[in-house]
């Protein structure tokens, strides 16, 4: 509260309280609350310097200092009466004495308006807040587009309202206080993103390989958590008799059996981009095209089986030298695989404090059903029709039309027998169509034909097709003593998972 200066009664009040002008004759000069002014500076001009030496020489005529206000100062350095200017960094004093006079007689004062504090500090405000917001929506780079273009319009809105009307609009503190939001904003996002990527890498580093924990750090969004619906394709191993073998060994010898199993299954599976869901017991259960899309799944699965039955004979070689090393008899490690294609939920299953990154679905129980197939089949890998389809570089070969284990509606099932050089081998064309005929004749009931056919097939199959004909000549002899109804179509039912 500040009394006005010609004595009157009333008093003010206000924001801005303090000093507001000063008035000089009939000169207002508005000052801030300290009653400093601002100058407007501007360059020397040293032809309106008239130097003393030529005062006292008689130099300097009347007609050059008559009408005008003479300010008297010094130049000197050692007078230590020079300033430093935004334009200068060296000036005389009595410069800026000159250039204060100049601005009051013309009335071009600098003002800092009462509104421009909070001007600038809403302009901070809302700037930053969408800095923010572009930060975490956008990415660095949308928002420094959005700080770049508010510092620019800051400094721009300053310098015209400087130009126009001699209003002094701050640049400097929202372009340092946006600058430090933006900062601020992308370390932290940084920090989360990393935090994130870390969090993937050690959620997935021991189910898939690093070339995928890398693509899917990068690109964490990838992973929806809670559960999604994808076309995929799975793959369940087992080992036969596995019960006999483990009770031959004690619990060290198990589990260094199943590590050494398990450990070149595994670098396959995640050499072929697949994703180890679990192990269980002597069981494993891989899956492809989840988290990262893998278009080619049903072929990566397919891949990644055919390497672990070639897997098994070096590792039933290493087995056997062991085993008769150390004095044992040994029996060869069998591995039955199963693997279909279809749309599964995946995703982050369990309970709110424990969770697994896994696959759950009809599909799903398929694969398992094939692979529990693969020993009444005597077959090292058995693949679903889905799976067959879409991978048609690999040599498939259809085993039978079957109701697997809580199922209704039948499927045609096929062993995975090679790639695509057996595929288009001509022995395999041969058997490819021998079978198709044998199959077409067991269906049609016709059991004479199918009898001598499957010997035909075995001939051109060799013996890793034994079992299989073996279990068809079965079953014709079977149904030759109780013949199914006439609308059979060949369909046989699993009598065990």
């Not at 058995?382 to 499927?411: C, Q």
Request: hydrophobic share 45%; glycine share 8%.
């Amino acid at each position: 509260m500040v009394k006005l200066l010609r004595g009157e009664r009333r008093s003010a009040f206000g924001e801005k309280t303090g000093i507001v002008k000063v008035r000089v004759g009939d000169f207002e000069v508005p000052t801030e609350a300290n009653g400093q002014m601002w100058i407007r500076f501007s360059p020397q001009t040293r032809d309106r310097y008239l130097p003393a030496w030529k005062v006292l020489n008689g130099e300097i005529g009347a007609d050059q200092i008559e009408g005008r206000i003479l300010l008297i100062g010094t130049s000197a350095a050692g007078l230590l009466d020079l300033r430093a200017t935004p334009l200068e960094a060296s000036v005389p004093g009595v410069e800026l004495h000159a250039q204060a006079v100049e601005q009051i007689i013309r009335g071009a004062f600098l003002l800092r308006p009462d509104f421009a504090k909070p001007a600038e500090l809403l302009y901070i405000l809302v700037l930053g807040l969408l800095i923010a917001v572009l930060i975490y929506r956008a990415g660095a780079l949308g928002s420094a587009v959005l700080g770049a273009v508010a510092v620019a319009f800051v400094i721009g809105l300053s310098w015209y309202a400087f130009a126009a009307w001699g209003w002094l609009v701050d640049p400097v503190y929202p372009t340092l206080a946006l600058s430090a939001i933006y900062l601020a904003g992308t370390s932290f996002v940084f920090l989360r993103t990393e935090r994130e990527r870390n969090r993937v890498r050690n959620a997935f580093s021991h189910y898939m390989a690093p070339a995928l924990v890398e693509r899917l750090a990068a690109e964490p969004d990838r992973l929806k958590l809670g559960g999604e619906t994808r076309d995929m394709t799975l793959l369940f191993s087992d080992v036969r008799g596995f019960t006999s073998i483990s009770e031959g060994l004690d619990a060290q010898e198990l589990t260094r059996f199943l590590n050494s199993l398990f450990t070149p299954l595994s670098n396959i599976i995640l050499d072929e981009k697949g994703t180890i869901d679990k192990f269980m017991g002597d069981a494993l259960m891989a899956f492809w095209n989840a988290p990262l899309d893998e278009p080619n799944h049903p072929s990566l699965a397919c891949r990644a089986a055919l390497r672990m039955v070639e897997a098994m004979k070096t590792l039933n070689e290493q087995w056997r030298e062991e085993a008769l090393a150390g004095g044992r008899d040994y029996k060869e490690v069998k591995l039955g695989i199963g693997l279909n294609t279809g749309s599964c939920c995946v995703g982050n299953l369990g309970s709110e404090t424990r969770f697994d990154y896994s696959v759950i679905g009809d599909n799903v129980n398929i694969a398992s059903r094939l692979e529990g197939q693969s020993k009444t089949y005597d077959m090292m890998a058995i693949a679903g029709e889905e799976t067959a389809s879409r991978a048609p570089d690999f040599a498939f070969l259809e085993l039978d039309l079957l109701k697997v284990k809580g199922k209704k509606a039948a499927t045609r099932i096929f062993a995975l027998l090679g790639d695509a050089d057996l595929k288009q081998s001509q022995s395999f064309i041969d058997l490819t169509a021998k079978h198709q005929d044998f199959l077409a004749r067991y269906r049609a009931q016709d059991w004479d034909a199918a009898d001598a056919l499957s010997v035909d097939c075995e001939d051109l199959g060799g013996a890793r097709l034994h079992g299989l004909y073996a279990l068809y000549r079965e079953r014709i002899a079977t149904l030759r003593v109780t013949p199914p109804p006439d609308n059979w179509d060949g369909t046989a039912e699993a009598l065990s998972k």
